[in-house]
């Protein structure tokens, strides 16, 4: 059953260059002089990491795009865990309520999601539009299925009933069983979880750019300009994301023991 | 009483999922002298039926491409009989899944635009790109999809390829059966409901997708997400009424991807169990 192995080469080894050449060349491009006219970079410089990082907006885009990203990942965990715990615990006919969240989730495209959000929220008198505060409730739409998903698979995989019922007969209530028993146990599941949102909610764009607009800068949006009018700038910026995206996408499969990140439910929106 | 504490789960799926999206549906047939298709016949110009067409499309396009190329990569990845590499490989469509959106884009333009990093190199080689291709289009976008297409499509088809048992291999091949026939007539059929799913997947992840369109393109390939950002941003009229009814079809479109993909996969499930 096994493939020809000249064939399977061929095929991976044509695989990992166009996984890895854009990523590369974005990489080389940015410290080049100028890479658009031979096929190699004419020189190497730094000059446009140091222009495009001496930028005030530089450093207040990606302040904002931590804020944004970080408050996203903390809400879903405190809003997930307990109710999750619940749900599996208690009340098991509740998980569909997750499920079904989570594959609205990836069915509603950002686009309409934010055009959901704009015109239900302009006609009730409660002041969200245009609120960095709508961003984060429209991200935390966007990645719940990344919360829930680690959550549910660490859930599924501990002794529940027997760690709770350990728990509550020693004359811990439910709050003390969640906090010291249930959460040490399925840490690597929220960490995942914490991670995978952090991820996706730092390189959001669509909503961003269509709930706040200018008012609230994040990174994805600075960069976006920065392609209209500077490319080399840009290309820096970009090489930025990937190495954020890499280094947070290592940490998740070295705290999930190589397990799927991005298995099954949980499906990307970009 | 049981169901309390999930309050706060339930109002917020209410509140920011549910609720709003109902809104639009039921503003989408809204007009001031009562309930009528109006917004709807209004909305769809040529234009829009244009980027419907354009947007069916790529989907299409990208998830038929994504499932063979993605089926192939990862069958070659799990008959590598090295695990490091095996493991190096699943990590590295697992990190690239989570790519996309602007940074991809303006990658894509660095290697494939008009004076692009491969562009020139293939112009060395006597392979004129330009101006027959051009990066800023839908075929452009195609290019730049696949590449979190395809790891998505790796990710989501690997556990079935895994579940594939070795003595259904091991009897059919007793039995005198060649290696095609084992594919057509055995494996194919226990992986179909499988990669049919994955294709919904595939279809509603790229039916959806705005970053990438727009930093690639701008307003110049013509997609109904491009369409309905564009009303949203007042850009082309005041008219916000037909970006719900764009909105509804649109969402009746994913919609039917999503549960085509949960009926499909637990069928999966089940044949492989």
């Known amino acids: 059953m096994r493939m ?7 095929i991976l080894l044509i695989f990992i260059a166009f996984m890895i050449i854009p990523v590369i060349a974005t990489m080389v491009f940015s410290i080049s002089t100028r890479w658009d006219r031979s096929i190699l970079p004419e020189g190497l410089t730094f000059e446009w990491w140091q222009k495009v990082t001496s930028n005030p ?15 996203t990942a903390i809400a879903l965990v405190l809003l997930v865990t307990p109710s999750a715990y619940w749900a599996h615990i208690r009340v098991q006919k509740s998980k569909a309520i997750f499920e079904i969240m989570s594959a609205l989730s990836f069915g509603i495209p950002g686009v309409i999601l934010a055009l959901s959000l704009i015109r239900f929220y302009s006609n009730i008198p409660i002041p969200l539009v245009n609120t960095p505060n709508i961003l984060l409730l429209a991200c935390m739409e966007l990645s719940f299925p990344f919360m829930y998903r680690p959550i549910a698979n660490a859930l599924d995989s501990i002794n529940l009933k027997t760690l709770t019922e350990a728990s509550m007969s020693l004359g811990g209530n439910w709050i003390q069983t969640l906090w010291y028993v249930i959460l040490p146990n399925i840490m690597p599941g929220v960490l995942s979880g914490f991670l995978l949102v952090f991820s996706t909610v730092f390189a959001e764009f669509t909503l961003t750019n269509l709930l706040v607009g200018a008012r609230f800068k994040t990174f994805p949006i600075y960069l976006v300009e920065f392609t209209r009018f500077d490319g080399r700038q840009a290309s820096a910026l970009a090489t930025i994301s990937f190495v954020v995206a890499w280094i947070v996408s290592l940490l998740i499969l070295w705290i999930s023991g190589r397990k799927a990140v991005s298995a099954g439910g949980a499906v990307v929106v970009h | 009483m049981d169901w309390l504490p999930l309050s706060p789960l339930i109002l917020f799926a209410l509140g920011f999922q549910l609720i709003p999206v109902i809104s639009i ?7 001031k002298h009562g309930y009528t298709l109006n917004n709807y016949e209004r909305a769809f110009t040529p234009m829009i039926l244009n980027a419907f067409k354009n947007s069916i499309q790529l989907s299409t396009t990208t998830a038929t491409l994504g499932v063979i190329i993605g089926a192939f990569v990862a069958y070659a990845i799990i008959s590598s009989p090295n695990k490091f590499i095996q493991n190096a490989l699943i990590a590295l469509a697992d990190v690239t899944t989570n790519f996309g959106g602007a940074p991809l884009a303006f990658a894509f333009i660095i290697i494939l635009g008009s004076t692009g990093v491969i562009t020139i190199l293939l112009k060395e080689v006597g392979i004129n790109l330009y101006p027959k291709f051009r990066i800023y289009s839908i075929s452009g976008l195609t290019i730049a999809y696949l590449y979190f297409q395809i790891p998505l499509m790796i990710m989501l088809i690997l556990p079935s390829l895994l579940g594939l048992k070795k003595e259904l291999w091991e009897a059919a091949i007793n039995l005198g059966a060649t290696t095609f026939q084992y594919w057509w007539y055995i494996a194919l059929p226990t992986l179909a409901p499988a990669l049919l799913s994955s294709f919904f997947i595939l279809f509603v992840n790229s039916f959806g997708a705005y970053a990438t369109a727009w930093t690639l393109t701008g307003p110049d390939v013509n997609l109904i997400t491009v ?33 085509g993909y949960l009926s499909l996969a637990r069928r999966s499930r089940r044949a492989l169990s």
């Open chain 1, 4 to 10: 020809h192995p000249l064939l399977r080469s061929t």
């Open chain 1, 57 to 71: 907006a530089f450093k207040m885009t990606l302040r904002n795009s931590f804020y944004l990203s970080f408050g």
């Open chain 2, 25 to 31: 549906i039921i503003s989408s047939f809204n007009s």
């Open chain 2, 227 to 259: 369409q309905i950002a564009a009303l949203i941003r007042g850009e082309v009229q005041l008219e916000i009424e037909l970006a719900d009814a764009l909105s509804v079809v649109s969402m009746c479109i994913t919609l039917i991807g999503v549960i």
